[in-house]
């Protein structure tokens, strides 16, 4: 599948939504809204056809799609989505973090999955476009903020095992608080040991629903086991990542340790603490670490921290480690807390963005 870099920007047709939300009851369900369940007015949606490209660039009402049963993701399952947020700052304006990022991801995952590349321009102004009707849904509240799903899929009907000639591209978005109910406590952690999230050569590192699907009997086991999320290994029993969060170590001499593996999605968030970090001072090593490295670390006091972080969360420090026959007690540090704060105080524009990470989404 060829990229189509060629586009790089389209027109989009604008629907205003009749049945729009009203601002009083906008109000109220922006006050504390559960992750992932309120969605906004509107819509963008873009159409790929392999005749076409991309074309039928649109903000419509949001609203349940028409799929043909024969659509080729509903049985193969081609396809790939990203998360990113937008944050209200104090003088009202609405930024977004690292876009640039994301949409390099998501052609990366494109790629993997055989789906059709979506420019990256073309991926930046689709969040602008939500944002230009929905604007008003970026909530104004400590650590809310909007989350924006877009999201692309083979729509077209055909039974066939081959990448579709037709894909459907969308962003939706949700208004957010808190991740964890509970703010940033230290989660724990159960160590999957039957179930893998990835192998070797597989679509670990990109952003596809397969991933999730796989996760979520082991994401089962860890809540049997009184965990609040897990953690996999690959086939040298080597640390991957959390279901959905990477995962850093912070060592004694104030080293950040982080999984490198081509079997994990590389995480924005991470990438931007890790930079904080470096900023501060601190050696970053991105390479291999064994869940004995874990282990014996704890134990000689070498690993003085660890967390997790991703988009959803921001950061989350690791609390427990429970594996089958262990239960490690991660001591809790002050860098995770600190490094959360650093990057959400420029998030929201509380701190300077000296690395230009932010792109202002309602102008
Ligand atoms: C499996 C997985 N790993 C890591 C991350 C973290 O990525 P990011 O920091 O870009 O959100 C995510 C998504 O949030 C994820 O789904």
Not at 282 to 292: G, K
């Amino acid at each position: 599948m060829t990229a189509d870099t060629s586009t790089a920007s389209l027109a989009f047709t604008v629907t205003r939504n009749p049945a729009a939300v009203e601002p009083a009851r906008r109000a109220e369900l922006l006050r504390e809204p559960a992750f992932g369940t309120v969605f906004t007015d509107h819509m963008v949606g873009i159409t790929w056809t392999e005749q076409d490209g991309w074309h039928d660039a649109r903000v419509q009402p949001y609203g349940p799609l028409a799929l043909d049963p024969a659509a080729a993701v509903l049985h193969y399952a081609q396809e790939i989505f990203e998360g990113i947020k937008a944050y209200r700052h104090a003088d009202g304006s609405v930024h977004t973090f690292r876009p640039d990022q994301n949409g390099a991801r998501i052609q990366r995952s494109a790629r993997r999955l055989a789906l059709p590349e979506l420019p990256v321009d073309v991926f930046v102004q689709s969040l602008r476009e939500l944002i230009a009707v929905d604007g008003d849904w970026v909530p104004s509240g400590a650590d809310q903020s909007l989350y924006l799903r877009p999201f692309m899929f083979a729509s077209e009907p055909f039974l066939g095992v081959r990448p579709a000639h037709e894909v459907s591209y969308y962003v939706i978005a949700s208004p957010v608080g808190a991740y964890f109910k509970g703010g940033a406590k230290p989660v724990s952690i159960w160590l999957s040991e039957d179930y893998a999230r990835a192998g070797k050569g597989g679509t670990g590192a990109a952003k596809t629903g397969g991933n999730y699907a796989a996760s979520l009997l082991p994401q089962a086991e860890a809540y049997e086991q009184g965990c609040d999320q897990v953690v996999f290994l690959d086939q040298d029993r080597n640390v991957e990542e959390l279901g959905g969060m990477n995962i850093v170590f912070v060592r004694k001499d104030g080293t950040l340790v982080t999984p490198a593996s081509d079997s994990i999605l590389e995480g924005i968030t991470r990438a931007s603490l890790l930079q904080l970090a470096r900023d501060r001072g601190h050696a970053v090593e991105q390479r291999p670490v064994s869940i004995d490295e874990w282990r014996e670390g704890v134990a000689s006091g070498d690993i003085v921290e660890a967390f997790a972080c991703g988009t959803a969360a921001v950061v989350a420090p690791i609390g427990v480690l429970k594996g089958r026959d262990f239960t490690l007690e991660q001591p809790a540090g002050t860098l995770a807390l600190s490094l959360r704060e650093e990057l959400t105080d420029i998030q929201y524009g509380r701190r300077e963005d000296r690395h230009d990470w932010l792109l202002r989404l309602d102008a």
